[in-house]
């Protein structure tokens, strides 16, 4: 299954509350509950206007759908197609 980067621009994200990223976080399953089994978050790296999100789903479509079901905010969608760490160079 392919998996993505999901940008997005949410000004000030860097100093959202404990209580506000639960609540995103919340609303971001309930939509994910909806969807179905066949998308799936893995995680989100938070910057001061920025959010990061991975994900894993059959296309960018049905995270665009997401996104568009939650009302959030989506600058882009990029499909991963290879990862690599410290441990390439070995």
């Known amino acids: 299954m392919p998996k993505f980067v999901i940008e997005r621009t949410l000004p ?9 990223l639960r609540d995103i976080s919340a609303l971001s399953n ?3 509950r909806d969807l179905g089994p ?6 989100t790296y938070i910057t001061d206007n ?3 999100c991975v994900y894993i789903a059959p296309d960018a479509g ?25 441990t390439t160079a070995e």
């Open 12 to 20: 000030n994200a860097g100093n959202l509350s404990a209580n506000q």
């Open 30 to 32: 309930r939509v994910l």
């Open 38 to 43: 066949e998308i799936q978050w893995i995680q």
């Open 50 to 52: 920025k959010c990061y």
């Open 62 to 86: 049905l995270i665009r759908e997401h996104a568009m079901r939650g009302s959030l905010p989506i600058d882009s969608v990029l499909e991963i197609r290879t990862v690599i760490d410290p």
